[in-house]
């Protein structure tokens, strides 16, 4: 079997290019402090559905006992491999449900949420009249229409709305590849153009704690777990997550191999799409 690799995959679309958006993007961002509570608020919400979407992975993986089997078991009963593939996925949605990096319950969402309130904290100290209400700030930081198009897309592609077959769950598999392997960087270049452009910002969220539920939180938390210079849980996902699909393409017959690889490589494409767009327009008004 040949293997599905780091750089097949990033042959599929200009890495260079997502990286400049990305950076474009943040570096905009950081011109004013009103400019900063849009963008992260935004990507915030976006972030906030694929940890969803991965548990909905997961799932759709381990129910579909007819389509990963071992071959060298003739027992149907003893056959399966579906769990033990959706296993390799699961793995990202652990973290994103309770991030094994502390000893309390911290969702990914929650560490968001502490970083957006840290912000608007800092915020009140040098843009007050960008957060005098709660009402000003709903509007401030409600969705546009083109997220929530895009956070519809983000559960397609993990697999929601579709059955339960060879080609949606590798598809939905390879979506999942997309978002590991581009937000391991951008995380990254986030968290250094914040450093570099907003260094007062980034100290007061690094000293910060902020109440989420009933667990407080460091308010860079979110940033730093996931950049190269943290945690990098992106990069970990990634490699459990290719791990994954080239375990159930040995559970699959070697005939079905290049389809496999065929939907798995859209599904990939697909996010990559998904992921520019939000580069472009998440500083729009």
Request: aromatic share 10%.
């Amino acid at each position: 079997m040949n293997p599905v690799s780091i750089a097949e995959l990033k042959g599929l679309t200009d890495f260079d290019h997502h990286e400049t958006r990305v950076s474009h993007a943040i570096q905009a961002a950081c011109a004013s402090p009103e400019m900063l509570l849009r963008f992260f608020s935004r990507y915030a919400s976006w972030n906030g559905y694929f940890g969803s979407g991965v548990a909905t992975l997961a799932g759709k993986i381990g129910r579909s006992r007819g389509l990963f089997r071992d071959a060298g078991e003739a027992i149907d009963a003893l056959a399966d491999r579906s769990v033990l593939v959706a296993s390799y996925i699961f793995d990202a949605a652990r973290d994103e449900f309770d991030d094994r990096s502390t000893t309390y319950r911290d969702t990914h969402r929650d560490l968001a949420q502490a970083m957006l309130s840290g912000l608007i904290h800092y915020l009140r100290g040098v843009a007050p009249e960008l957060t005098q209400t709660p009402a000003a700030l709903n509007e401030r930081m409600a969705d546009p229409a083109w997220l929530r198009t895009l956070d519809t897309r983000v559960a397609q592609g993990y697999g929601s709305f579709s059955q339960d077959l060879h080609e949606t769950i590798f598809a939905s598999i390879g979506y999942h590849l997309g978002s590991e392997l581009l937000a391991d960087r951008e995380f990254s270049i986030i968290d250094a153009a914040l450093r570099r452009n907003a260094p007062a910002l980034v100290t007061f969220l690094e000293q910060h704690r902020e109440r989420i539920g009933q667990q407080d939180h460091t308010a860079y938390t979110w940033i730093v777990i996931h950049s190269g210079s943290g945690g990098a849980v992106e990069e970990d996902h990634f490699r459990l997550a290719l791990e994954g699909v080239n375990f159930a393409l040995g559970c699959v017959p070697a005939a079905t191999h290049d389809e496999a690889r065929r939907h798995l490589h859209y599904g990939f494409q697909n996010f990559a799409r998904d992921h520019r767009e939000f580069f472009t327009c998440v500083n729009h008004t």
